[in-house]
C-alpha cells in the first residue's frame, strides 16, 4: 500500500504552460504539479526567467532575492522571482546574460552555442535556490536533458551535503532524442566536475553528454507512456543508448500523461466561437465554418478537414506525410496544419500549399488560440509520428471530437484505440497505422475519408467514443506519487 506522507516536490523544467513554451514539455510542468499540489503535496517548481516570464510577473505578487554562485573561477550573480501557477509556487531564475533572449533554446533557426552551459548553470542554481528556501525536497523531478545535471551534481560534488541527505530523483524522459550534447570545452566552468565524468557520460571528441549524465545518476527514470519505456529498450526505439536503458532497467518505468480537461474541453474553451460536448455536437459544425472562414478557405461543411498542430521536426512523421498528401489532395479534402520549427519542413509546406491553394492552408507559428481553433474546427486529426513519447494534442483531439490519424508509435499506441481493419468502429477513438511508409498513411486517409462521407453515423460513434474517453491527471500524478514513495529512504 502506498504511504500518504505528503511529499516535498522540486520540479524542474526549461518551460511552463501559461508562462513559456515550446511545445508538450511544458503543458506538463503546469499539469502535473498542480494535480500533486491537489493530492496534497507541496510542489515547487524551477524555471528560467525568460522574456516571456516577466510579462507575467507584471500580474503577479512576487519575492524578489539576489544569490551568487561561485562555479570554477566565475561568480554568478541573480535574482530569484516567485510568482505562482495556480496554487504552486514558481520559483523563476533570472541571470538575463543566459535567459534574456526570445528564443527559450535557439535563435530560430540555430540552437545557442552555449545551451550547455545555459542549463547547467540552471541546475546548479535550482539546487541552491532549495537550500535558500531551506525547502529540502524529498524528490527533485527532472525533465529531459536540459535539467539532467542536477542528479549528477547532487551525486557527485553536493554528495556530502547533509541538506539533500534525504533527497531522491527522479529524470522524466519526455523526448530522448534530444540529450544535450557539448563540447566540454564551451562549459566555461566544466572544470569543476570533470574529475567526476567517465566515457559513459560522454562522446567521442570530447563531448559531454547531459541526457547520459543523468540517467547514470538519477535514483529512477520514467518516460511518458508505457509503450515508449518498452521501445526505448529496443535497438530500434533507443535514440543510440540502448545499452544505458538496459543498464538502468531496474529502475525504468513509463507513466502516461494525463490531459489538462480546464484547458482542453470543448464544452468550457472559451477560445472558441461556439461551445458543444458529446451529447451535442452542433457546436462544431460552427467551429468548422469558423476555422475555414479564418484560413480563407471555402465554407463547405460537407468537405472533411484534416487539421494538425505541431512542432515541424523529422519527429512528427513530416517525411510520410508530404507524399502521402500529394497524392489525397486531389480528393475533395481541405487540410490545416499550424507548426513551427525547421525551415525546410516550413518550405516543403509551403511548396505544397502553392499547389493546392483551395486546400492546403500552411500557417507558420505558434499561436495557442488557433491550436484550440484547429482541435474544434477539423473533423480529423493528423499526427503521423515517426516516434512519439507520449503525445497531448491527439488526447486534446480526442477530448474535441475530432478523431485522430496516428502511427502506433508510443503514447499514440498507449492512447488512440484503432479502427478495426473491416470498418467496425466498436470502442474505436482513431486511425491507426504501422509501417512508416507514406502509403500506410494514405490508405488509411483514404478509409478516414470514405468513413467521412458514407457514415455519417459511424464517424459520430468514432467522435463521441473519443469524447468519453479520460486520461485525467490526478491518475497520471498518483502513478508519480507511488513511483516517488518506491524512492523514498525508510523513515528513519
Ligand atoms: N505551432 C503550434 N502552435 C500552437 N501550439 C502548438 C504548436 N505546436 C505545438 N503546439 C502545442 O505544443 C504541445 C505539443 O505537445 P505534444 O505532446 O503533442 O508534443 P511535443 O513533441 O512538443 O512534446 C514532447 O513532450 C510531451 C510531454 O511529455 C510528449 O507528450 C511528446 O510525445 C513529446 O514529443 C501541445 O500543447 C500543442 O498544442
Not at 215 to 233: F, G, H, M, Q, R
Not at 263 to 285: C, E, F, I, S, V
Request: aromatic share 12%; hydrophobic share 40%.
Amino acid at each position: 500500500m502506498v504511504s500518504d506522507r505528503k511529499l516535498k516536490i522540486l520540479f524542474l523544467a526549461t518551460e511552463v504552460e501559461d508562462l513559456a513554451k515550446t511545445g508538450g514539455l511544458a503543458d506538463v510542468a503546469k499539469a502535473l504539479p498542480q494535480a500533486l499540489t491537489r493530492l496534497g503535496h507541496d510542489v515547487r517548481i524551477v524555471c528560467p526567467f525568460y522574456p516571456q516570464v516577466q510579462e507575467r510577473l507584471k500580474e503577479d505578487n512576487h519575492l524578489h532575492s539576489e544569490l551568487s554562485l561561485q562555479l570554477g573561477n566565475l561568480q554568478y550573480l541573480y535574482n530569484i522571482h516567485q510568482l505562482h501557477l495556480g496554487d504552486v509556487p514558481v520559483y523563476s531564475v533570472d541571470y538575463p546574460p543566459y535567459f534574456s533572449r526570445q528564443g527559450l533554446y535557439d535563435n530560430g533557426y540555430h540552437a545557442y552555442q552555449d545551451n550547455g552551459e545555459r542549463f547547467a548553470f540552471f541546475s546548479m542554481a535550482a539546487l541552491q535556490i532549495t537550500q535558500s528556501l531551506d525547502f529540502a525536497p524529498d524528490i527533485i523531478h527532472c525533465n529531459d536533458w536540459h535539467t539532467a545535471m542536477a542528479p549528477f551534481f547532487l551525486r557527485n560534488e553536493l554528495a556530502d551535503n547533509q541538506f539533500f541527505y534525504r533527497t531522491r530523483t527522479l529524470l522524466t524522459l519526455h523526448n530522448a532524442a534530444y540529450q544535450g550534447v557539448f563540447d566540454l570545452d564551451s562549459i566555461p566552468f566544466h572544470q569543476r566536475f570533470i574529475s567526476a565524468l567517465s566515457s559513459d557520460h560522454m562522446e567521442q571528441g570530447n563531448k559531454i553528454n547531459f541526457l547520459k549524465c543523468g540517467l547514470l545518476t538519477a535514483d529512477k527514470i520514467n518516460a511518458v507512456s508505457p509503450s515508449y519505456a518498452a521501445e526505448l529498450l529496443t535497438p530500434l526505439g533507443s535514440h543510440h543508448i540502448l545499452s544505458l536503458f538496459q543498464h538502468r532497467h531496474r529502475d525504468f518505468s513509463g507513466i502516461l500523461n494525463g490531459c489538462n480537461y480546464d484547458d482542453w474541453n470543448p464544452a468550457t474553451d472559451p477560445l472558441l466561437p461556439k461551445a458543444y460536448d458529446q451529447h451535442n455536437l452542433a457546436g462544431k459544425a460552427e467551429c468548422k465554418a469558423h476555422l475555414q472562414q479564418y484560413v480563407g478557405l471555402p465554407e463547405q461543411a460537407d468537405t472533411p478537414l484534416f487539421g494538425m498542430v505541431s512542432r515541424l521536426t523529422g519527429q512528427k512523421g513530416f517525411h510520410l506525410l508530404l507524399p502521402a498528401l500529394q497524392r489525397f489532395l486531389e480528393q475533395n479534402v481541405q487540410v490545416v496544419i499550424i507548426g513551427s520549427g525547421e525551415q525546410e519542413l516550413a518550405d516543403n509546406l509551403r511548396a505544397l500549399e502553392a499547389q493546392y491553394p483551395d486546400k492546403l492552408i500552411f500557417r507558420e507559428g505558434y499561436t495557442s488560440k488557433i491550436a484550440h481553433w484547429v482541435q474544434a474546427g477539423a473533423d480529423y486529426f493528423l499526427m503521423p509520428s515517426l516516434f512519439e513519447p507520449c503525445g497531448l494534442t491527439q488526447m486534446y483531439s480526442l477530448a474535441y471530437g475530432t478523431p485522430p490519424i496516428v502511427r502506433g508509435v508510443g503514447g499514440l499506441k498507449d492512447t488512440v484505440k484503432p479502427v478495426k481493419p473491416n470498418g467496425s468502429i466498436d470502442d474505436a477513438t482513431g486511425f491507426v497505422f504501422s509501417h512508416p511508409e507514406p502509403d500506410a498513411l494514405l490508405d488509411l486517409l483514404m478509409q478516414a475519408l470514405t468513413l467521412f462521407n458514407d457514415a455519417p453515423e459511424a464517424f459520430k460513434q468514432l467522435q463521441q467514443n473519443g469524447m468519453a474517453y479520460r486520461f485525467c491527471w490526478e491518475e497520471t500524478a498518483k502513478n508519480y506519487v507511488s513511483l516517488y514513495h518506491e524512492m523514498l529512504l525508510p523513515a528513519a
